[in-house]
């Protein structure tokens, strides 16, 4: 059972660059969300999808973008890569009713912008 | 907009020993209440899921409680073990139709052999 698979683990980027984190789920589930987790700040919601195509803003969306064009995959990219932008990524997934559903994450990336 | 506290934010205590971690959140109208598990460098594992209609549930030596109307939450770990060492963190589902996960900041604990 590969659950959430997240790529790349680490990554390092320059200010301005661009990159994008991919996040897959063999699980068929229908919602998928991008969280970062920052030090004294928990985590956060980016962006989340309830299905293929249907994509919102979660509680920090600046500076992220995503899509969500199958239901397996729900890539975030950063546009233009900030120092600030530095933390834990993580992609989560469960299917979307609104009670039962445990959330599955994947194993997280590591981002530094320098 | 629905906030989630944790307390205490770090526990230190021998082997053996039962605890509770307290979770509390300020918006009652949650669909459930999820606790994980956090090992470092890792991502998180779900432990216990609680439904809004449930007071308990229970794995292992592991206890959860909810009570929606109060807005708390508690995590009991029956006889720690140095392998219980993780961060725990609960997070609640609410808002509706296009529902969210708002994660507390997660309790730190260590068990003393």
């Known amino acids: 059972n590969a659950g959430v698979t997240q790529t790349p683990k680490f990554q390092v980027l320059k200010t301005g660059q661009s990159m994008t984190l991919q996040c897959a789920q063999d699980?068929?589930?229908?919602?998928m969300s991008w969280y970062r987790q920052d030090p004294g700040m928990g985590l956060r919601l980016i962006h989340y999808?309830?299905?293929?195509?249907?994509?919102d803003q979660g509680e920090v969306p600046n500076g992220y973008n995503v899509s969500r064009s199958t239901t397996e995959d729900f890539p975030l990219r950063l546009l233009s890569a900030a120092p600030s932008q530095t933390s834990v990524y993580f992609c989560?997934?469960?299917?979307?009713?609104?009670?039962?559903?445990?959330?599955?994450f994947g194993e997280g990336s590591w981002l530094t912008v320098v | 907009k629905q906030e989630v506290t944790q307390i205490p934010a770090a526990l230190s205590v021998p082997e053996g020993e039962n605890l509770v971690l307290n979770c509390s959140f300020t918006?009652?109208?949650?669909?459930?209440l999820q606790w994980f598990r956090q090992d470092p460098g890792k991502g998180l594992t779900s432990l216990l899921l609680?439904?809004?209609?449930?007071r308990e549930q229970t794995s292992g030596r592991l206890n959860a409680s909810l009570d929606k109307s109060s807005g708390r939450s508690t995590l009991y770990i029956a006889a720690s073990q140095p392998g219980d060492s993780a961060t725990y963190l609960c997070?609640?589902?609410?808002?509706?139709?296009?529902?969210?996960?708002?994660f507390g900041k997660g309790t730190l604990l260590t068990v003393n052999p």
């Open positions: 989560a997934s469960s299917d979307r009713g609104l009670s039962g559903n445990t959330i599955y």
């Open positions: 699980m068929n589930h229908e919602y």
């Open positions: 999808s309830v299905g293929a195509g249907i994509t």
């Open positions: 918006d009652s109208a949650i669909y459930n």
């Open positions: 609680i439904q809004s209609s449930q």
């Open positions: 997070a609640v589902k609410s808002g509706g139709s296009n529902y969210k996960l708002t």
